[in-house]
């Protein structure tokens, strides 16, 4: 199993533009979760899903939009990149029937707005 | 609501030394409790978890952990610390029940930077 896996590992945007942070599992987990990691301030959880079709906001879901189309795959869109964004991004899933509800963390994403 | 406190920020410790990363929490209800580390560069891995039982739990590579609910505290242990340890920890909670969604949210401290010296 490849666990949970991010593309790209690294990024730079221009103010005002739009990516995609892709985040893809292969355990079957019903649920997955987008934090950001700034630096002193741990992690804030930014969307999550109980699965497929469904997703919730977190803590700091401004000026991001998920999606949900397939257990495996739970997206991250920023539509007009602001510098505020700027931060390491983290995909994690789990399934409370198994493990006792530990998250298994993707390597993350460093995405840098200029 | 839930909270986590790490009042540590960073940690300089010398190596074979022994270090304890400090972790309380506040809820009214019930938490699980974990510990995870993060090494430079890569993703938060789980080092050792509360769930129910012993109040002392161990992970596999020295670490050890205490619940203490009066004291509100999971505090991190090790007796002797190596070079590879320097990472950054992470204590989390999370409610015994689902949310109202059903999912399991987890609160996160804000991290301990342990720096292992030679």
């Known amino acids: 199993n490849a666990g949970v896996t991010q593309t790209p590992k690294f990024r730079i945007l221009k103010i005002g533009q739009s990516m995609t942070l892709q985040c893809t599992q292969d355990m079957n987990h019903n649920y997955m979760y987008w934090y950001r990691q700034d630096p002193g301030m741990g992690l804030k959880l930014i969307y999550y899903?109980?699965?497929?079709?469904?997703?919730d906001k977190g803590e700091v879901p401004n000026g991001y939009n998920v999606s949900r189309s397939t257990t495996e795959d739970f997206p991250l869109r920023l539509e007009l990149a602001a510098p505020s964004q700027t931060s390491v991004y983290f995909c994690?899933?789990?399934?409370?029937?198994?493990?006792?509800?530990?998250?298994?963390f993707g390597p993350g994403t460093r995405l840098t707005v200029l | 609501a839930q909270s986590v406190t790490q009042l540590d920020s960073q940690v300089p410790v010398f190596e074979e030394a022994p270090v304890e990363l400090r972790c309380n929490y506040s809820?009214?209800?019930?938490?699980?409790l974990f510990w995870y580390v993060q090494y430079p560069n890569q993703g938060l891995q789980l080092l050792l978890k509360y769930l129910s039982g012993s109040t002392l739990v161990e992970s596999i590579n020295g670490f050890e952990a205490e619940f203490n609910k009066s004291q509100t505290s999971f505090h991190l242990r090790k007796p002797s610390v190596h070079i590879s340890d320097t990472a950054e920890y992470f204590c989390?909670?999370?409610?015994?029940?689902?949310?109202?969604?059903?999912?399991?949210?987890?609160?996160f401290g804000t991290g301990t930077r342990l720096k292992v010296l030679a």
């Open positions: 809820s009214s209800v019930s938490v699980y």
């Open positions: 989390a909670v999370t409610l015994l029940a689902p949310a109202t969604s059903g999912t399991y949210k987890y609160i």
């Open positions: 994690a899933s789990s399934s409370p029937g198994t493990g006792g509800f530990e998250q298994f």
């Open positions: 899903s109980v699965g497929a079709g469904i997703t």
